[in-house]
């Protein structure tokens, strides 16, 4: 397939810079960018040099491929209607607002032969490339996504919001199948959740504990994993992150050894939108799947119905056998 014809819909905070990547990419060529806010897109597509749009239907039939970057609230009839367009669809995550809706947006991506992908794009981290070959078989992981409060966003909870990646990560380790979810959550400024904590067990004998809050006074995107013979510390903000293996050795002090690890600056975005146009124009594997986003998608409602399962949000834990 030559250079693929591409647009977005939805350019704000996230979109503008899928706009941004589309229009350097070698294998893509921006054909125009949609939003509902009249200044908004102006001022984009101006930026870009490319047609703007109010109504999406007006760059489908001159596009193969376009990312979607709208409200979660509004991913399943954006998405409907792009793959019933005949159009590969990169989504920002969430997949969608309910895993029924995923569902569905899998089935007609199926159906009409076309990539569906999910924007989970802490998978593309380049920090996660270093780390990934050292996981085995983890015993605890330890994850805490912090962030100060933005009132972009707030459609959805922190769950939805925040934690959702760091759902995506654990599950792209191999873990095997979740045994049991416990969680707590409150809402603190704003009608949903801000604040959410999650212990989720899984079948092969990890335990990993989770925290998301979107009311913290900086951000903060760290993870620890424990296994035998290996412990990995790792900041997906600064992309650093410490080894500490067990050698052979008489004593402690030689039996460990202590690796730093320090990931390029190449941007995650680009990396999942190359991976995006690569497996429209050869097939090949990459990116987060639609059924891996809704597979995070499920795990997320499991910790938001143990939240929902207590009477007051703190008042203790509430466990989901799944």
Known sequence: METLNVGVI????LGQHHARIY??????RLVGVVDIDQPRRTEIGARFGVAHFEDRRSVLDQVDAVSVAVPTLQHRE????????????LVEKPLAVTPDEGRQMIDRARQKGLVLHVGHVERFNPVRDLVYDCISNPGFIEC???ASFQPRGTDVDVVLDLMIHDV?????????????????GTAVLSPQVDFAHARI?????????????RVSTGRL???????????LSVDFLSRQGIVYRRANGTDVESAVREESIQAGDEEPLKRELQAFAQAIRTGAPGGVSGEEGLAALELVHAIKQAIRGKAHPLAGLSRVAL
Not at 23 to 28: H, R
């Open 10 to 13: 939805g350019v704000g905070h």
């Open 23 to 28: 229009s350097e990419l070698p294998q893509t």
């Open 78 to 89: 954006v998405v409907l209607d792009c793959l019933d367009a005949g159009v590969h669809v």
């Open 144 to 146: 805490h996504r912090l």
């Open 168 to 184: 995506d990560l654990i599950l792209s380790f191999g873990l095997g199948k979740v045994s049991s979810v416990e969680a707590v």
């Open 201 to 213: 067990e899984f079948d092969k004998g990890c335990v990993v504990n989770l925290t998301a809050s």
């Open 221 to 231: 995107r760290k993870m620890r994993l424990f296994q035998e013979d290996l412990y």
